[in-house]
């Protein structure tokens, strides 16, 4: 929650001593309150004053990071309720639950498959983070034994110790030393052992408890223990109660800075019908899940789950690009059709996908116009006849296309004269204005050529 | 500190639209909160998901859903019988695809009498789509509401391009509307002002986005929806309270994913569930932003995301 300038004022010097830059008080407290100034430049703040504005100006939600090095999962700090009032923050993470209870060879290859999950999507590289150990045996030797093989068949993955048995938590930790485990975790029995627990280990800690007043007042207690790093979960794994539930804390945490529900949310996601779990997980996604655990990462299933959560997490102000270059699509040669298109991520990906559909290998020339589609762009003037001749003739096409005939999309038919001024030399052909209807257009070109 | 369940307050609600006729009816929409949140406000109707079946042979399906049909896919009689009977659709979707002029270019007249023969075969509500040949789907659509007085279909789709011709048919033979337009809550906005002026019941009239894929823009149509669903409850907008459809089959099943074999494509894992899973989670996405009726084809995400419905009642 913002803090207004008169509420910050009331923690200053109020010496109007112009220290700081600022003409009085009032108007730096203006600036603080808008996030264009820090109390660091003010050098009569008191103790209070630091204390009081570092409080208020946490997210509404901690972040928790799991795991560590460059492939640690950072999750919480979110700020809103729908991805098109601002974006969200940091997209969740997967897990994959792996029993200590299954054989080693299983063991082995779900821990493999997490470590070689990783493909890569409209330029990011997408990834199952996690691995959930389960301590179904109770059995802490048993546990920590299937702790030590995962960590090492799974170096890449942040661990999760899922056990409430304090002493499985202990004999577990030493193959998780300094890797920023979560413990899954404490309840109202355990909490006093767990906390010290994950303090000595730097772990954080997820709080179990069923419903949302439980995890309430586990919260309570942690934080009153003086430990700030934990994930809640409040038990809950179907549809209905997941959207209501995780809306309600998410509206809790962001809109009244209720500060025991502050936490970043843990769900599992687990169905025998793996139809069934996909969707659940789907839901998870879009309701502001921050850790979702899966019992099975099947390709075809998780392929779907981290497109989706890309796009749910992708920023609604920045579109997604693709880098200008001209593409080879399929086995082109140097006769095979040029097109033009722009680097709007959608727009290339749609244009690729329909240019393969058509079985016609071709040349597809993509050119940055700020990430913007064809429409858009020529309507904000950055795909006019003079960019795209510029861009056609500094592109080095002439290494690999023989001809000198361009395909430009059909909504910007209007440009063909133009360039065809720009492009001396060149034929300038219009094609389809939907992508869809590319098939068609390239066979036909094939089969009159 | 004690919890107090953060409710809001609303202060508008999503029409409900009727489809159909006699026993068999369905009532789309009603709801007066966001999607789902039965704790501060009611709603009346769950999602409903409407089989799609076509007039002519759906030869550019993917492999994965043309078979799931391939037994009556040659007849759409039969094709909609088999989803009635045998899949339990509770609305089916007509989309007259072989009237497009680059399809089977089939006349208004051959339209029409598709629609009758379908029509007398079932007892579930119709939707009856065009070819989204704007041209083309004023005449056909006009001929096709036609055909199906008396039978409460839900038309679409009228866009900025052909809706005067499509409203007047509709409001002759006393249909509902669905007012598409492009991925842009405005001009949703727009469509819905302009057919409501020509006297149109704006209580008749259902709003498509523009659906698009996951992976493809999903979050374009996400959030448009989110909006104007945010509109019609928070600032009682009756221009943005029509219920919401998303077309999802049509934009599901041209992607790469439904297609691509795993042996080309290894890391994708296996096609048939792939494909499967890529419409019903792009169906499920778009019912956590407020689809009140999807269209869907493959029957196994149906199932799916009829079982997710299910949970969330």
Known sequence: ?449 | MAFVVPKDTYNGRVFEVEIGTGAKAVKIGGENTLPFLTFEGEVPNMPVIAHEIQDVLPEDWPETVQAAYKDVSGDPVKWAKHCQDNLGAQVIALRLLGTHPDRQDRSPEDAAKTVSDVLAAIDVPLIILGSNHAEKDAQVLRAACDAAKDRNCLIGKAQEANYKTIVAAAMASGHKIIAMSDLDVNLAKQLNILITQMGFDKEKIMTDPMSSALGYGIEYTYSVMERIRAASLNQNDATMSPPIVNDIGMYVWKVKETMASESDLPAWGSLEERAIGWESTTAVGLMMAGSDLLIMRHPKAIETVRKVVAELA
């Open chain 1, 1 to 449: 929650m913002a803090l207004s300038g008169v509420e910050i004022f009331k923690h200053l010097p109020k010496t109007n001593c112009k220290k700081c830059g600022f003409p009085t008080c009032l108007a730096f407290a203006m600036k603080l309150a808008a996030k264009q100034a820090s109390l660091d430049v003010c050098p009569d703040a008191s103790e209070e004053a630091k204390s009081f504005l570092g409080a208020a100006s946490e997210p509404p939600i901690r972040g928790i990071t799991i795991g560590v090095g460059d492939k640690a999962l950072k999750v919480g700090e979110e700020t809103v309720l729908f991805r098109h009032e601002k974006k969200f923050v940091h997209p969740c993470g997967f897990a994959l639950a792996i029993k200590d209870t299954d054989s080693d060879a299983e063991i082995d290859a779900k821990a493999k498959s997490v470590e070689e999950s990783e493909i890569e999507r409209v330029g990011q590289h997408l990834r199952v983070e996690l691995v959930s150990v389960l301590n179904m045996s109770n059995d802490p030797a048993k546990f920590a034994a299937a702790v030590a093989r995962v960590a090492a068949a799974a170096p890449s993955a942040g661990i999760i110790l899922a056990t409430e048995n304090p002493a499985s938590v202990e004999a577990a930790m030493t193959h998780v030393s300094g890797k920023k485990p979560l413990i899954c975790g404490a309840n109202a029995e355990n909490v006093e052992a767990m906390v010290n627990l994950a303090k000595y280990a730097g772990a954080s800690l997820a709080v179990r408890g069923d419903g949302i007043d439980a995890v309430v007042e586990l919260t309570e207690k942690v934080v009153g223990m003086g430990f700030k790093d934990i994930v809640i979960d409040t038990g809950c794994r179907k549809a209905k109660d997941m959207v209501e539930q995780y809306t309600q804390i998410r509206r809790a945490a962001v809109k009244k800075g209720f500060k025991p529900l502050g936490f970043p949310v843990i769900t599992c996601a687990f169905n025998d019908d793996p139809y069934m779990e996909q969707a659940l997980a789907s839901v998870a996604i879009a309701k502001y899940a921050s850790i979702i655990v899966l019992s099975d990462i099947s390709k075809w299933k998780t392929l779907a789950l981290m497109s989706l959560r890309q796009n749910i997490y992708t920023d609604p102000q920045v579109p997604m690009q693709v880098g200008q270059n001209v593409y080879k699509v399929g086995d082109a040669k140097p006769d095979s059709p040029l097109m033009i298109t722009t680097n709007f991520s959608l727009t290339y990906f749609i244009v690729l996908g329909e240019v393969e559909n058509s079985k016609v290998p071709s040349w597809l020339a993509v050119m940055d116009v700020e990430g913007l589609s064809v429409l858009t762009a020529w309507a904000a003037g950055k795909f006019t006849a003079a960019k795209i001749a510029q861009f056609i003739q500094e592109s080095g096409v002439e290494n690999s296309v023989s001809h000198k005939e361009l395909v430009i999309p059909g909504y910007v038919a209007v440009l063909s004269g133009a360039l065809e001024d720009k492009l001396p030399g060149w034929k300038i052909t219009v094609g389809p204005r939907e992508a869809n209807a590319l098939p068609a257009f390239l066979k036909n070109k094939a089969a009159s050529a």
